[in-house]
Nanobody, 123 residues
Framework: QGQLVESGGGSVQAGGSLRLSCVAS????????VAWFRQAPGKGREGVAA???????TTRGSVKDRFTISKDNAKNTLYLQMDNLKPEDTAVYYC?????????????????WGQGTQVTVSS
Protein backbone atom coordinates (compact mmCIF):
# COMPACT_ATOMS: atom_id res chain seq x y z
CA GLN A 1 0.00 0.00 0.00
CA GLY A 2 1.42 3.34 -1.05
CA GLN A 3 2.15 6.02 1.52
CA LEU A 4 2.94 9.71 1.10
CA VAL A 5 4.21 12.04 3.81
CA GLU A 6 4.34 15.79 3.27
CA SER A 7 6.44 18.34 5.13
CA GLY A 8 7.57 21.93 4.78
CA GLY A 9 4.37 23.84 5.39
CA GLY A 10 4.22 26.87 7.67
CA SER A 11 3.26 30.51 8.02
CA VAL A 12 4.84 33.23 5.91
CA GLN A 13 4.12 36.78 4.91
CA ALA A 14 3.02 37.67 1.40
CA GLY A 15 5.95 37.62 -0.99
CA GLY A 16 7.72 34.90 0.96
CA SER A 17 8.71 31.39 -0.11
CA LEU A 18 8.21 27.83 1.10
CA ARG A 19 9.39 24.48 -0.19
CA LEU A 20 7.15 21.49 0.34
CA SER A 21 8.44 17.92 0.24
CA CYS A 22 6.61 14.63 -0.07
CA VAL A 23 8.32 11.31 0.58
CA ALA A 24 6.75 8.24 -1.00
CA SER A 25 6.94 4.60 0.01
CA UNK A 26 5.22 1.31 -0.79
CA UNK A 27 5.18 1.71 -4.56
CA UNK A 28 7.62 2.32 -7.43
CA UNK A 29 7.73 6.10 -7.32
CA UNK A 30 9.27 6.59 -10.77
CA UNK A 31 6.47 4.62 -12.42
CA UNK A 32 3.70 6.85 -11.07
CA UNK A 33 2.33 10.26 -11.93
CA VAL A 34 2.61 12.57 -8.93
CA ALA A 35 0.97 15.86 -8.11
CA TRP A 36 0.30 18.58 -5.58
CA PHE A 37 -3.22 19.62 -4.67
CA ARG A 38 -4.54 22.20 -2.22
CA GLN A 39 -7.74 22.78 -0.35
CA ALA A 40 -8.72 26.10 1.19
CA PRO A 41 -11.43 26.30 3.88
CA GLY A 42 -14.87 25.87 2.36
CA LYS A 43 -13.51 25.04 -1.09
CA GLY A 44 -12.90 21.92 -3.10
CA ARG A 45 -9.53 20.28 -3.63
CA GLU A 46 -7.79 21.78 -6.65
CA GLY A 47 -4.80 20.63 -8.62
CA VAL A 48 -1.71 22.82 -8.38
CA ALA A 49 0.93 21.00 -10.42
CA ALA A 50 1.71 17.50 -11.63
CA UNK A 51 4.54 15.50 -13.21
CA UNK A 52 3.85 12.46 -15.33
CA UNK A 53 6.15 9.47 -15.79
CA UNK A 54 7.84 11.17 -18.76
CA UNK A 55 8.54 14.20 -16.52
CA UNK A 56 6.08 16.36 -18.43
CA UNK A 57 4.81 19.06 -16.09
CA THR A 58 1.31 20.48 -15.89
CA THR A 59 0.79 23.56 -13.72
CA ARG A 60 -2.31 25.48 -12.74
CA GLY A 61 -2.41 28.84 -14.50
CA SER A 62 -2.79 30.95 -11.36
CA VAL A 63 0.51 29.68 -9.92
CA LYS A 64 2.48 28.94 -13.06
CA ASP A 65 4.95 31.81 -12.67
CA ARG A 66 5.41 31.30 -8.94
CA PHE A 67 5.34 27.57 -8.16
CA THR A 68 7.75 24.91 -9.44
CA ILE A 69 7.17 21.18 -9.13
CA SER A 70 10.05 18.73 -9.27
CA LYS A 71 10.91 15.21 -8.17
CA ASP A 72 13.88 13.07 -7.32
CA ASN A 73 13.19 9.43 -8.18
CA ALA A 74 16.34 8.27 -6.38
CA LYS A 75 14.98 9.76 -3.15
CA ASN A 76 11.31 8.91 -3.82
CA THR A 77 10.57 12.56 -3.15
CA LEU A 78 8.31 15.14 -4.74
CA TYR A 79 8.87 18.86 -4.20
CA LEU A 80 6.92 22.08 -4.62
CA GLN A 81 8.88 25.31 -4.55
CA MET A 82 6.50 28.19 -3.86
CA ASP A 83 7.73 31.74 -4.38
CA ASN A 84 6.03 35.13 -4.14
CA LEU A 85 3.29 33.61 -2.03
CA LYS A 86 -0.05 35.39 -1.80
CA PRO A 87 -2.79 35.24 0.86
CA GLU A 88 -4.99 33.35 -1.61
CA ASP A 89 -2.43 30.53 -1.59
CA THR A 90 -3.43 29.74 1.99
CA ALA A 91 -4.62 26.12 2.08
CA VAL A 92 -3.77 22.61 3.14
CA TYR A 93 -1.44 21.19 0.51
CA TYR A 94 -1.54 17.50 -0.36
CA CYS A 95 0.65 15.32 -2.53
CA UNK A 96 -0.93 12.54 -4.51
CA UNK A 97 0.13 9.68 -6.76
CA UNK A 98 -1.56 7.46 -9.29
CA UNK A 99 -0.38 5.03 -11.95
CA UNK A 100 -2.03 6.71 -14.94
CA UNK A 101 -4.53 9.42 -13.97
CA UNK A 102 -6.83 10.44 -16.81
CA UNK A 103 -6.61 14.10 -15.82
CA UNK A 104 -3.41 15.08 -14.02
CA UNK A 105 -5.02 17.94 -12.07
CA UNK A 106 -8.26 16.18 -11.13
CA UNK A 107 -8.22 14.88 -7.56
CA UNK A 108 -10.75 12.19 -8.39
CA UNK A 109 -8.14 10.44 -10.53
CA UNK A 110 -5.67 9.79 -7.71
CA UNK A 111 -5.54 6.80 -5.36
CA UNK A 112 -2.66 7.63 -3.00
CA TRP A 113 -2.76 10.71 -0.78
CA GLY A 114 -0.67 12.25 1.93
CA GLN A 115 -2.09 13.69 5.15
CA GLY A 116 -1.55 17.30 4.06
CA THR A 117 0.54 20.20 5.30
CA GLN A 118 -0.83 23.64 6.17
CA VAL A 119 0.40 26.72 4.33
CA THR A 120 -0.71 30.09 5.69
CA VAL A 121 0.16 33.36 3.96
CA SER A 122 -0.54 36.63 5.74
CA SER A 123 -0.85 40.01 4.08
Amino acid sequence: QGQLVESGGGSVQAGGSLRLSCVASGFTFGNYCVAWFRQAPGKGREGVAAIDVDRIITTRGSVKDRFTISKDNAKNTLYLQMDNLKPEDTAVYYCAADYRPFDLLDAANYDYWGQGTQVTVSS
